[in-house]
């Protein structure tokens, strides 16, 4: 069914906290413009912060940056960050549902919740991308992720700002990668056969 | 005979997905409940946990349960209605409703409010709390409803964790509140009870937005994070619904995230505080 030109993959998930802005802001910048995928992004903030975060990350991307709205329908080369308080769930029509129950890992939004979802709704075509952070949330997702068929990249904790979260992944199961921020960009754009355009 | 060729496009490819619309449709005709046009994923996550803990290695398994086991229903019932509420959540919301509908309310004789969705009742007395200090609760009659008999139950007891009375305080206070908050409760122990006042012109009743019908003549309806949960198709409906409970000029309150943009009803609302979702239903 998917031929060699095919792209392996049909949508990335990235969970990150503490220090996960700081983290980010290396991450993001490296992907290509043409990335063909849509990326949610699952980071840890306060209820009541604004929308910061999106105008800061979108002005530095080259990918457009967006707060993710209830049922959207997923865009490639769109980056959907969780509005804070709200968990992000990923529809098997490929549409975003947004919840206010209950807290998952003390969190609302939860990266389990989103994992969860995603695996759910793309199966062996998601990649699950933990980052920096103070607690475990995220590795349950990550192991139905893997268990599923997807592909697990983890941050290297040597280099995160706080390893708790990168660790309690690499504890579950063995990632396919464990890397450096920079580099886990680089790959990114390796697997969708984005080579740097002069 | 023609045999028509399904569209593989609009057919799932979860089986688990198969399996919810199935339960959903057992759910319906069995105990009239009707969850067929809720989101999937958050419906899934629910049901995926009642089976971990319930032991069942399938979804149709617990279909089983459901179906000829009524008490086990109800626990899957509770676990399919979402209670995430608090007093004076997002203060800036209420806020909104002091500044901007309180002023076009107090030119009523009467004003009569729908609470659709209305949980634990948390929200309910945040608005009643609002109307007593704007001199308009006397006058005022709040139907506050929700599917789910048990958070009835709670909301018409009104008693809170009095844990949770610092935060209240705080969003009373961002929300333009004029009073002390610990002036609306008695603390007993670990519980705050609330001012009987605050109940006498409440009404709590059982109703369920998916299946009954319109409440009528309202001045305001709010129906906040409840939309979130339900398909395009629903949230239609409801937003239908809500339009022909309200009178011309009536007020309808959604939450934060949810929208009316997309839907055909749209034109008969113009937005009072796009922000918070306060929206007005033209003359």
């Known amino acids: ?198 | 005979m023609v045999i028509q060729e399904l569209n593989s496009e609009i057919l799932p490819n979860d089986p688990q997905i198969i399996e919810i619309n199935l339960l959903f449709e057992g759910i319906f005709q069995r105990y009239g409940y009707d969850f067929r046009d809720y989101g999937k994923a958050h419906a899934k996550r629910r049901i995926m946990h009642r089976m971990a803990i319930s032991g069942f290695s399938s979804i149709s398994e617990l279909q089983h349960m459901v179906l000829y086991d009524e008490s086990f229903f109800h626990l899957l019932l509770q676990d399919l209605s979402i209670n995430t509420t608090e007093m004076f959540r997002d203060p800036e919301f209420f806020l909104s409703i002091r500044e901007q509908v309180i002023p076009v309310l107090k030119t009523y004789p009467f004003i009569k409010i729908w609470h659709a969705g209305c949980s634990t009742g948390e929200e309910v007395y945040s608005m009643a709390i609002l109307l007593q200090e704007e001199g308009l609760l006397n006058r005022t009659q709040i139907y506050a409803t929700d599917f789910n008999p048990n958070v009835l139950q709670k909301a018409k007891e009104a008693i809170y964790p009095v844990s949770q009375m610092k935060d209240y305080t705080r969003n009373y206070l961002k929300s333009g509140g004029k009073s002390s908050f610990s002036e609306y409760y008695n603390a007993r122990y670990d519980s705050a009870i609330l001012k009987k006042i605050l109940k006498e012109n409440i009404v709590f009743a059982d109703h369920n937005l998916v299946t009954d019908s319109v409440f009528g003549e309202m001045n305001l309806v709010m129906c906040r994070n409840t939309l979130i949960y339900f398909n395009k198709q629903l949230q239609d409906k409801v937003v239908g619904l809500f339009r022909d409970s309200l009178v011309s000029g009536g007020f309808l309150c959604l939450g934060s995230k949810e929208s009316i943009s997309f839907s055909p009803h749209n034109i008969y609302f113009e937005p009072i505080v796009a922000k918070h979702k306060i929206f007005r239903m033209k003359y």
């Open chain 1, 1 to 198: 069914m998917q031929s060699a030109n095919t792209v392996p993959y049909d949508a990335i998930v990235i969970g990150a906290s503490a220090g996960g802005l700081d983290a980010l802001g290396i991450f993001l910048p490296i992907l290509d413009v043409r990335l063909p995928v849509p990326i949610l992004i699952v980071q840890h903030i306060s209820a009541t912060s604004d929308s910061f975060i999106i105008t800061y990350f979108d002005r530095l991307c080259k990918l457009k940056v967006k707060e993710a709205e209830e049922k959207e329908i997923l865009k490639p080369g769109h980056v959907y960050f969780a509005p804070p308080d709200y968990h992000l769930l990923v529809e098997s029509d490929k549409s975003i549902s947004l919840s206010n129950e209950e807290k998952v890992n003390y969190s609302r939004p939860s990266i389990d919740v989103l994992f969860e979802t995603a695996s759910w709704a793309f199966g062996n075509r998601l990649i699950g991308i933990i980052l920096t952070g103070a607690n475990w949330d995220g590795a349950a997702g990550c192991e139905l992720i893997r268990k599923s068929g997807g592909m697990v990249i983890v941050q290297d904790p040597k280099t995160a700002s706080i390893a708790r979260m990168p660790e309690s992944v690499i504890e579950r199961l063995n990632p396919d990668y464990v890397l450096p921020l920079k580099e886990i960009g680089h790959l990114i754009n390796k697997i969708f056969f984005l080579t740097p355009t002069r």
